[in-house]
């Protein structure tokens, strides 16, 4: 089957390639026209309040779902011509691990290797070498249900690579996880895309994607709102925060006073933080950093250093699609909380 180049713009380097997908459940739109390109080798990390449509994206390029509309190129196939083709390519890793928990670690992962036509002498080796990639040896010959949250959820990562794909798709794969075993997928998703494989990861958690995603769209109501590097999508934004900090840490204050009393238009209130010695003062304009600047300049405080910093992703989120991301749990849930820790 000879694999297709659906729109040359995207360059060769694109894994996937989306153009005007489209997908209605009744009168909801869950899709409404959207457009996405994934550069091989990186991680997109595709942003969006509960509802935003990143799920049925996720399954539509999967070949779970078929679009009403649009065209999507995974890896070279058509998701709707070449789905055979393409599921031979792909791994999919979903928000709760979907493992079969009667059968042992070893035989989930045995079971997949010969679904995807792989000898029985491979299907064993590649079995065992993602056992041991993903510290699971030790619990192999255990029934998958045994397992705690976060032991069958790098066992589903493992189901996931058992075919080498070229296209891993992440569906919040850390959704419930603890802090340890969270950093633990982290770690394992950089070393796939070290590896080679391309990522699409779709999350709230905005520490994920700023952890490992190179490039991030922006996803609500079913539509693209925003795209385009971290730093670039802050810078859209706008606003910056000058970070001010006097040689003297018992000016913090007073400064702080200051600066609330000057009256520049449009001047947010000034926060102290302790930890760190330094004033947080949010600037809209370089007319009004130029001012801020000026009158402590004027005051003769010394200062240790005058940083400007860009707007917190968790910001940008806000800003964008007018809600709060999530914030990581640090348990899993209740039916998954057995011991998360393993």
């Not at 990186?42 to 539509?60: C, E, F, Q």
């Not at 058509?78 to 035989?107: C, F, N």
């Not at 690579?161 to 992440?170: N, S, T």
């Not at 947010?268 to 302790?274: C, R």
Request: hydrophobic fraction near 40%.
């Amino acid at each position: 089957m000879t694999r297709i180049d659906m729109n040359p713009r995207a360059g060769a380097g694109s894994a996937v390639t989306v153009r005007g997908l489209v997908k209605h459940y009744g009168e909801t739109k869950a899709l409404d026209g959207v457009d996405l390109d994934v550069r091989e080798g990186t991680v997109m990390g595709v942003l969006g309040p509960n509802g935003a449509g990143k799920t049925t994206l996720v399954r539509i390029l999967s070949t779970l779902l078929t679009p009403d509309a649009g065209e999507a190129v995974v890896a070279g196939y058509d998701v709707v011509r070449q789905p055979r083709h393409l599921r031979r390519v792909i791994g999919l890793t979903g928000q709760y691990a979907s493992v079969d928990e009667k059968l042992p670690g070893w035989e989930n992962l045995y079971l997949i290797g010969r679904l995807l036509d792989l000898s029985r002498k491979d299907a064993r080796a590649r079995a065992d070498e993602l056992l041991e990639r993903f510290s699971l040896t030790d619990a192999a010959k255990r029934p998958a249900g045994t397992y705690s949250g976060g032991m069958r959820r790098r066992l589903d990562l493992a189901a996931s690579m058992i075919g080498r794909p070229a296209v891993l798709f992440l569906d919040e794969p850390t959704t419930g996880l603890d802090p340890r075993t969270r950093n633990e997928v982290w770690a394992e998703v950089k070393t796939m895309v070290g590896g080679g494989v391309t990522v699409l990861l779709t999350t709230q958690y905005m520490e994920e994607a700023e952890q490992l995603a190179s490039e991030l769209t922006v996803v609500d109501r079913g539509q693209v709102i925003a795209k385009g590097g971290i730093d670039e999508l802050k810078g859209k934004v706008g606003g910056r925060t000058l970070r001010v900090r006097p040689a003297d840490p018992l000016q913090l204050r007073p400064l702080a006073a200051f600066l609330d009393d000057l009256g520049i238009t449009g001047l947010a209130a000034t926060t102290v933080d302790t930890e760190r010695d330094s004033l947080l003062v949010p600037v809209l304009s370089d007319e009004q950093l130029t001012a801020v600047v000026a009158a402590i300049t004027t005051r003769g405080v010394t200062l240790s250093s005058v940083t400007t910093e860009l707007p917190s992703l968790d910001e940008v989120f806000l800003s964008l699609t007018g809600h709060r991301a999530s914030a990581p749990q640090d348990t899993a849930p209740a039916d998954t909380r057995e011991e998360v820790a393993a």
